[in-house]
T-cell receptor
């Protein structure tokens, strides 16, 4: 089944403890992106990538890192999480952005 | 630059009534436009997309949207709401050579029996 897989689905962590949210797609898509979803704010771009080793900052990149060493994987790294990074995170991928993206099921992160 | 405005954070309709969710966009060049649906505890799913082939676009689950350049709008409609349509709906725009869409803030559709 063609899909974008995020792990974990739920995560509660403490301030300052480094964490990684994994994202993997099995569709050989070149384009991948990370969004965060907050009530009343919709989806905001964190980072995106158009191919291996090519990444760009989105609208809200502060406090996040990404890497794209393989086409299928695009992990999101929080080096020192803070409570304002409590949010619902989505990874998405696309073969051709003009025709839309496929989204993962989301990761709900709580930083206490 | 591209931006999207969705009018109304919540829309409430009765089952069987017309659904109308509004989306206006801003783009300096002809855009690609999308509607996504998010059911509770799930990711976003592409509902339909406008890619300049036809101004009236039909999507899944009986939804359709009409691209109106003069009004810079791409409103989503469905003739008869079903309880299963209750979800969050997002409009998105892609233009100007960008490969990352900009999303609106979303509209929560509530369907009353």
């Amino acid at each position: 089944e063609a899909q974008v897989t995020q792990n974990p689905r739920y995560l509660i962590t403490v301030t300052g403890k480094k964490l990684t949210v994994t994202c993997s797609q099995n569709m050989n898509h070149e384009y991948m992106s990370w969004y965060r979803q907050d009530p009343g704010l919709g989806l905001r771009q964190i980072y995106y990538s158009m191919n291996v080793e090519v990444t760009d900052k989105g609208d809200v990149p502060e406090g996040y890192k990404v890497s794209r060493k393989e086409k299928r994987n695009f992990p999101l790294i929080l080096e020192s999480p803070s409570p304002n990074q409590t949010s619902l995170y989505f990874c998405a991928s696309s073969r051709d952005p003009d025709y839309g993206y496929t989204f993962g099921s989301g990761t709900r992160l709580t930083v206490v | 630059a591209q931006s999207v405005t969705q009018l109304g954070s919540h829309v409430s309709v009765s089952e069987g009534a017309l659904v109308l969710l509004r989306c206006n966009y801003s783009s300096s060049v002809p855009p690609y436009l999308f509607w996504y649906v998010q059911y509770p505890n799930q990711g976003l799913q592409l509902l339909l997309k406008y890619t300049s082939a036809a101004t009236l676009v039909k999507g899944i689950n009986g939804f359709e949207a009409e691209f109106k350049k003069s009004e810079t709008s791409f409103h989503l409609t469905k003739p008869s709401a079903h309880m299963s349509d209750a979800a969050e709906y997002f409009c998105a725009v892609l233009s100007g050579g960008s490969y990352i869409p900009t999303f609106g803030r979303g509209t929560s559709l509530i369907v009353h029996p």
